[in-house]
């Protein structure tokens, strides 16, 4: 099973940026990327998700002005540019992959992706 690697999680004071990377081991990114995250005490959130086919990309609406994906197939890499953030921002993110799915306009469930990352922490206090 293809194993994903996240990095570029850090303690950031409210308002800064982190960007983070998900790469995979040995072999080539799925069709579908997504960041996950998960806060204690609250349930996995499906924050953003990118296709390779065509680059289209989907936002939840917490995340949506703030962050952005983006896929770069030569590094083998989806990246998640965080911008303006917040302390409820603060949580474990990682990345999904799944060669089969299309990520489309609609939740993101962690049960449609065969591939995970082990986390890297982020969190937003001053």
């Known amino acids: 099973q293809l194993q994903l690697m996240e990095s570029g999680g850090a303690l950031v004071q409210p308002g800064g940026s982190l960007r983070l990377a998900c790469a995979a081991a040995?072999?080539?990114?799925?069709?579908?990327v997504a960041w996950f995250r998960q806060a204690p005490g609250k349930e996995r959130e499906g924050i953003s998700c990118?296709?390779?086919?065509?680059?289209?990309?989907w936002y939840a609406d917490s995340v949506k002005g703030r962050f952005t994906i983006s896929r770069d197939n030569a590094k083998n890499t989806v990246d998640l540019q965080m911008n303006t953030l917040k302390p409820e921002d603060t949580a474990t993110y990682y990345c999904?992959?799944?060669?089969?799915?299309?990520?489309?306009?609609?939740?993101?469930?962690?049960?449609?992706?065969?591939?995970w990352g082990q986390g890297t922490q982020v969190t937003v206090s001053s």
């Open positions: 999904a992959g799944d060669r089969d799915l299309y990520c489309e306009g609609r939740s993101l469930s962690g049960a449609d992706f065969t591939s």
């Open positions: 040995g072999s080539t990114l799925p069709h579908a």
């Open positions: 990118i296709n390779r086919s065509d680059g289209s990309k």
